[in-house]
C-alpha cells in the first residue's frame, strides 16, 4: 500500500521503506525461481553436454541435468580457465570419476569430494590408500576394480576397464611435511552410460593394447576421450592407429596435451596421421561446450 502524503511520520517511513524492501526481496525470489527453473530446463534438455576444462578434466551434463567431472585437476592446471579454478563454479557435481593417482589427475578431487558430499571412484587401492592417509572419510572412497560396474547415480552407469600406465599416489606427510609415495592401484579407463543410452570412453591415460578393440566392440562407445601427447600416453600417430583399427567411434575428442611441455602432440598431428575416417574429431578450447 502506498500513501501519497508528503506529512508521513517517522514510523510510517520506517514502514513504507520496510515495506519498499520487502517488495523488492519478493520480486528478487520471484526472478531467482524464473531463472533457476530456465537453468534447470535448460540443464535437461535431454542432449549431453560435455566441456573440457584442460589435460583430462571433463564436466559433462546428462540428459537428466546429472554432473559428471573426471579427473578434476583445475587449481594447478596451466589450461584451466580462471573460472573454474574456483571448484564452486562447477556448480552441483553428482559423480566424481578418478582414472590414476598422478597428481594431474587426482588434483583436486578430495577437495570436491568434500564441498560436494559425494564419494570418488577410482582404483580400489588407490582409495584404500586414501583412506589410510584420512584423505576422505572411508564412506566417500568406494572400491572399484577394472571389469566392475556401479550405478553412482540413478540411470547412470560407470564400467572400469584397462588402461596401459602407472599409478602412484604422492602425498605429503602432515608430520614431516615430505611427500611420501603410496600404492596408486591399477589405472583405470571407464566406460560411462548416461540415461539415455549414449557411452563415454574416458581412457585416462593410456598407451596401446590390443584389447582397445575387445572394449570398443563389447561397449560401442559413442565418444572416445583419448590422450595424445605422446611421453606420458598415446601420441598422436598411436592414437589414430587405435582409432582407425580398432576403436571406430563416431566422435573423438583428443586431451592430455598442452599443459605439459613433455606432452607435445597436437590435434592438428593427429587430424593428419588419421586421414581419411568416418570418427569426427572434435578440438574444443578449454572452457568449451560441445552439445550431443
Given at each position: 500500500?502506498?500513501?501519497?502524503?508528503?506529512?508521513?511520520?517517522i514510523q510510517e517511513k520506517k514502514n513504507s521503506s520496510?515495506?519498499?524492501?520487502t517488495v523488492c526481496c519478493h520480486v528478487l525470489s520471484f526472478l531467482t525461481v524464473i531463472f533457476l527453473t530456465s537453468f534447470s530446463a535448460f540443464a535437461q534438455d535431454g542432449k549431453t553436454h560435455l566441456q573440457w576444462l584442460g589435460q583430462s578434466a571433463f564436466r559433462i551434463t546428462t540428459p537428466n541435468g546429472k554432473v559428471i567431472v573426471t579427473d578434476p585437476w583445475l587449481k594447478g592446471n596451466p589450461l584451466t580457465p580462471a573460472k573454474y579454478k574456483q571448484l564452486e563454479a562447477l556448480?552441483?557435481?553428482?559423480?566424481?570419476?578418478?582414472?590414476?593417482?598422478h597428481w594431474d589427475h587426482f588434483?583436486?578431487?578430495?577437495?570436491?569430494?568434500?564441498?560436494?558430499?559425494?564419494?570418488?571412484?577410482?582404483?580400489?587401492d588407490l582409495n584404500q590408500s586414501?583412506?589410510?592417509?584420512?584423505?576422505?572419510?572411508a564412506k566417500q572412497l568406494p572400491r572399484m576394480n577394472k571389469g566392475g560396474t556401479v550405478s553412482p547415480v540413478a540411470g547412470i552407469k560407470v564400467t572400469a576397464v584397462h588402461a596401459?600406465?602407472?599409478?602412484?599416489?604422492v602425498w605429503?606427510?602432515?608430520?614431516?611435511?615430505?611427500e611420501m609415495p603410496y600404492p596408486g592401484g591399477e589405472p583405470l579407463g571407464f566406460i560411462i552410460e548416461l540415461e539415455n543410452g549414449f557411452k563415454i570412453y574416458d581412457?585416462?591415460?593410456?598407451?596401446?593394447f590390443g584389447d582397445m578393440k575387445l572394449i570398443a566392440d563389447l561397449y560401442k562407445p559413442d565418444l572416445v576421450l583419448m590422450p595424445i601427447g605422446g611421453n606420458f600416453t598415446l601420441g598422436p600417430k598411436e592414437a589414430a592407429w587405435a582409432i582407425k583399427e580398432w576403436l571406430h567411434p563416431k566422435w573423438m575428442i583428443p586431451m592430455h596435451y598442452g599443459a605439459n611441455p613433455l606432452a607435445k602432440g597436437t590435434p592438428e598431428e593427429l587430424i593428419k596421421e588419421l586421414g581419411s575416417t568416418t570418427t569426427q574429431v572434435l578440438v574444443p578450447k578449454p572452457g568449451d561446450e560441445l552439445v550431443f
Open positions: 500500500m502506498f500513501f501519497h502524503s508528503s506529512l508521513l511520520s520496510t515495506t519498499a524492501r556448480g552441483h557435481v553428482d559423480v566424481l570419476l578418478v582414472t590414476h593417482g588434483g583436486d578431487a578430495p577437495e570436491l569430494a568434500r564441498i560436494n558430499d559425494i564419494p570418488m571412484y577410482a582404483p580400489g586414501a583412506t589410510l592417509l584420512n584423505i576422505l572419510p596401459e600406465h602407472s599409478s602412484v599416489l605429503k606427510d602432515p608430520q614431516s611435511g615430505q581412457m585416462g591415460d593410456t598407451g596401446l
